[in-house]
C-alpha cells in the first residue's frame, strides 16, 4: 500500500507541533470522514498480543484491520499523554515501532512533543483539558510524518485514550470530487484548529494530489484534477474567504 507522505519543512532546525497539525489537517479530517462511512454503528476491541484489532457491527459482520500502530495514550490522573515507545507495559515492538519512528522524526526536525516520552496536556496545541482532545496533536502530526491517515482511539479504563492508526483497504479515500473536496474545506476550516490556512489548503492538495497553484498575489489557490477545478480564494488575514467551482456531483 503506497503512502503519501508530505516532506515537512522546518526553519532554525525548529517546527512547531501545530505547523504540523496544519499540514495534516484536512487530509486527516477526510479520512476520519470516511471512516465514520465505513463502520457506521460498531463496537471494537483490541488485543496488543495477538495482536488483532477488529470491528464488530449489529449486523454481526466484522472487519479486521490488514495492521494497526499503537501510537500512545492520554490519562486524566496525570493530565498527560504517553507516547507507546515508553509505555511500561512491554507491548510488541512490531506495534509501537511506529510511534518510535513519529520519536526519531521529531528529533530530526526539533518538534519536543514527539520526543518526550510523556507530554503534559497543558504543553500540547490548545493546552487540551480532556483526553479525547488530548489524543489528536500527537496523531496528527504521526499522520504526516508517517503517510498513514486513518486513526481511532478509544476509551481503554479509567477514563485514559489510546490512539491507533488502523489500515484495512475499506479506509482507503475514493477519487476526489468537486462538491465533496469544497464541502469538506469549508468544514475543515471552520471547525479544525488550523493556524495558517493559506499552508493547510496547499498541503491537503499537494497531498490529494490536486496540483495546488497560488495566484501571484497570494489571494487564490487553484486545486485541478480530473473532473475536478477549484478556486479557494483567502481575505487580507490569511483565513480561507470562499471555495468555488463546478459543485454538480
Known amino acids: 500500500m503506497s503512502r503519501t507522505v508530505f516532506r515537512v519543512r522546518n526553519v532554525n532546525g525548529q517546527l512547531p507541533l501545530s505547523t504540523l497539525m496544519d499540514d495534516a489537517g484536512i487530509l486527516s479530517l477526510e479520512h476520519q470522514f470516511h471512516l465514520q462511512d465505513v463502520l457506521g454503528e460498531h463496537n ?41 515507545w515508553a509505555n511500561p507495559s512491554g507491548f510488541p515492538e512490531a506495534l509501537t515501532q511506529l510511534a518510535g519512528s513519529v520519536r526519531d522524526l521529531g528529533e530530526r526536525h526539533g518538534v519536543a512533543e514527539l520526543t518526550s516520552a510523556e507530554v503534559p496536556f497543558a504543553d500540547l496545541p490548545g493546552a487540551p483539558d480532556m483526553p479525547h482532545n488530548a489524543v489528536g496533536p500527537p496523531t496528527e502530526a504521526a499522520k504526516v510524518l508517517t503517510g498513514r491517515w486513518t486513526s481511532y482511539n478509544g476509551e481503554v479504563g479509567g477514563g485514559t485514550r489510546a490512539s491507533f492508526l488502523v489500515e484495512h483497504p475499506a479506509f482507503r479515500l475514493p477519487a476526489p ?73
Open 44 to 84: 471494537w476491541r483490541v488485543d496488543m498480543n495477538a495482536p488483532v484489532f477488529e470491528f464488530t457491527f449489529p449486523s454481526g459482520e466484522t472487519l479486521t484491520c490488514e495492521s494497526f500502530h499503537f501510537l500512545g495514550s492520554a490519562a486524566p490522573g496525570p493530565a498527560s499523554w504517553m507516547w507507546a
Open 177 to 249: 470530487a468537486p462538491a465533496r473536496t469544497a464541502g469538506l474545506l469549508q468544514q475543515a476550516v471552520s471547525g479544525l484548529p488550523l493556524t495558517d490556512h493559506r499552508r493547510a489548503v496547499y498541503t491537503y492538495g499537494n497531498l490529494r494530489g490536486l496540483n495546488p497553484a497560488f495566484a501571484d498575489d497570494g489571494a487564490r489557490l487553484t486545486l485541478s484534477a480530473e473532473g475536478l477545478a477549484l478556486t479557494v480564494s483567502f481575505d487580507e488575514y490569511g483565513r480561507v474567504k470562499n471555495v468555488e467551482g463546478a459543485l454538480d456531483r
